[in-house]
């Protein structure tokens, strides 16, 4: 089965977050799934010499996203492996799992319009096949 990649935050998706934003601490689970090798072909200024695999350049992409989410307050809480889910979709399989803190969704905002983070943020869409991101508000009590 193929799949329909999913890479930027759509027009629709946008406005439904930040009209009615979480309120307070969020954190981003991201799912990712990388491409075999890094397809630079809409950022050729920032593509390496040589041809690297998605998950180089996603590699790549974390080394200088990080200064700018220290820069905001923001935080990875967790990183690893995965691969097929337990229970869900059989076709979905992930290669990254990510969990990233923002103090809310102001700082998240600050973080992903910074100038500075869009001229390296090509590493990222020269890296994935398919990705998903959902926000989580975070300390829910379960009583």
């Avoid at 979480?22 to 799912?31: A, F, R, S, Y």
């Avoid at 097929?84 to 809310?104: A, M, N, Q, T, Y």
């Amino acid at each position: 089965m193929s799949r329909t990649p999913f890479l930027d935050v759509t027009p629709e998706a946008g406005k439904q977050f930040f009209s009615n934003p979480p309120k307070g601490e969020i954190v981003m689970l991201n799912l990712l799934k990388f491409k075999d090798f890094a397809d630079y072909s809409q950022t050729p200024a920032i593509a390496p010499e040589a041809v690297i695999s998605g998950k180089k350049a996603y590699a790549l992409y974390m080394k200088h996203t990080l200064p700018f989410l220290k820069e905001v307050g923001s935080e990875v809480l967790f990183s690893g492996t995965s691969s097929s889910f337990l229970i869900g979709p059989s076709h979905e399989d992930w290669d990254l799992v990510l969990l990233v803190r923002h103090k809310d969704a102001a700082t998240f905002l600050a973080f992903a319009q910074n100038e500075a983070y869009l001229s390296i943020a090509g590493h990222r869409t020269a890296a994935l096949e398919d990705s998903r991101l959902l926000p989580v508000a975070s300390k829910v009590r379960l009583e």
